[in-house]
């Protein structure tokens, strides 16, 4: 593995750690700003555990074990289970049968909560369209291209 000193960054007129911690602070913010939206009383952590919710079951599916949805967050077990109890507090998942297994439970978002993240998640997209609209499809694709690369770099495990 090849480590690049902290000064290999100095003086480079594009600093990617300052734009990809720009992007990250600014996209809070204005998630921060939306999330409201979903209930008043939504945090940010929990809007990304909403999120990674959906994320988990990408074609649809009942719902996502606690247990699988911890490892796709990368936290405890019952650091998600604390965060589950306060969305069910607040009416945004309950647990369902899993129908493969009768014993388990299954985390879903409720209707209102799906409605509701759904118009977060266009008003988000809409904004992110217009901030990119004036770009060429060569530009969106090296973004994109890029953005994956850099992701599966961070994902990669660490020695």
Known sequence: MTTIPDQAFAGVEHDVEYEVTRLLRRSRLRGLGTIN????????????LLVAIVDARPGGGHGVRGSDLADAVSVHKSTVSRGIAQL?????VERVPDPTDGRARLISLTEVARERLAEVRATRRARLARAIADWTEDDLDTLASLLGRLNTGLEAPTE
């Open 37 to 48: 939206r979903i209930h008043p009383d939504l945090d940010f952590a929990s809007y990304m």
């Open 88 to 92: 069910e507090q607040l009416g945004l």
